[in-house]
């Protein structure tokens, strides 16, 4: 049986692990981070037309960005034109997208003392919770991308 205990204690875990990734990740080394480094690749049809498409800049605009709470840089603006600025915003929106999908993948931690369909129904929670910012941050990533790559720049 399910208590509200269980399920308070729950929550408590995964907003641990996410104040953890976030406090942390203004930390991580940027060479993990650049265009040069390893991401979460792209699926064939992430495209800016696919991310117009759901509104990727609608939810930009209306949901909150915490990215300087622990430290780390706000997203909510560019920083500047220029090809340093563009690279380190890339930078920032990799960190951002790491610490969301670390969000899905922490709560996976629930299995370990919860019913299986519990856990899942919380990591299902968590996806649904970073689903939004993950499709801005890819979103962005992939537009800045583009444009570096067009500007010659790698970091």
Not at 42 to 64: D, N, V
Not at 112 to 141: K, Q
């Amino acid at each position: 049986m399910v208590t509200w205990q269980r399920m308070l204690v729950d929550f408590a875990v995964l907003v641990a692990v996410i104040a953890l990734l976030g406090a942390t990740a203004p930390r991580w080394p940027d060479r993990w981070l650049g265009l040069t480094a390893w991401h979460l690749p792209f699926l064939p049809w992430e495209t800016p037309a696919f991310y117009r498409r759901i509104g990727a800049s609608w939810l930009a605009a209306r949901l909150p960005e915490a990215g300087a709470l622990f430290g780390g840089q706000s997203k909510s603006a560019l920083p500047g034109t220029d090809g340093p600025a563009l690279q380190r915003y890339y930078i920032e929106v990799s960190r951002a997208e790491w610490v969301h999908v670390g969000s899905i993948v922490g709560a996976c931690v629930l299995f370990l003392f919860n019913p299986w369909w519990l856990a899942l129904g919380w990591v299902v929670f968590a996806a649904v919770a970073n689903g939004p910012f993950l499709a801005i941050l890819r979103n962005n990533r992939l537009r800045l991308q583009g444009i570096l790559e067009r500007m010659g720049s790698r970091t």
